[in-house]
């Protein structure tokens, strides 16, 4: 449905405007499919976010998860709603389990940050074919950015006196990680752009 409206748009742009080659026409296509797809699935999560009364905590979820992946990368799902169906246990999972483990995950708040830093060493920056990260100047500065943005998601959660907020800056950074894993990228049935060696 989404990807035969945004055919659609990119058929009349291309129909009213003269200077639009396939590779244009290839490029606003996709830049329209990113936009409705993203606005479109980012409301029916708010909605849900909003009917349960977590609004507020998804998204402090969404922002820390996304601001981390901007860097590190991450699978992603092959279709709409797998996207959306993905998001949506990850980012729900994030916040309903930061009310219910709150006392006991200032205990392994140390632990899931060593297992973070081991995860980028590791696969960050985790790319995908559709967006592969070749340069290896780029890929040393995304490690490196992903690992900032992440060490400084965690200093916040530190000195945050909301303990469930905390808990959930935590936790986005473990759940993004885990986006980067070979595992996740099999389970996901995704490729990674740069090369299956890593």
């Known amino acids: 449905m989404v990807d035969a409206v945004c055919d659609k748009l990119t058929h009349i742009l291309r129909t009213n405007l003269k200077d639009i080659d396939d590779k244009k026409a290839e490029i606003i296509n996709f830049g329209i499919k990113s936009i409705v797809s993203e606005f479109s699935k980012t409301t029916v999560l708010l909605a849900a976010a909003y009917a349960l009364g977590v609004l507020n905590y998804i998204i402090i979820a969404i922002v820390s998860f996304g601001t981390y992946r901007i860097f590190a990368g991450g699978f992603h799902a092959k279709s709409h709603i797998g996207c959306l169906t993905t998001n949506s246990i990850m980012l729900f999972s994030i916040v309903y389990s ?14 899931i940050f060593l297992i973070n830093c081991i995860i980028i060493y590791l696969y960050a920056p985790a790319d995908v074919e559709e967006k592969p990260v070749v340069s290896k100047k780029l890929r040393r500065k995304l490690k490196y950015q992903s690992f900032i943005v992440m060490s400084m998601i965690f200093i916040v959660s530190l000195i945050m006196v909301d303990r469930v907020i905390a808990n959930i800056l935590i936790l986005s950074t473990f759940f993004e990680s885990l986006t980067l894993l070979p595992i996740s990228y099999r389970l996901m049935k995704c490729r990674h752009g740069y090369g299956e060696a890593i």
């Open 98 to 111: 930061s009310f219910f483990i709150n006392t006991y995950l200032n205990y392994i708040c140390f632990l």
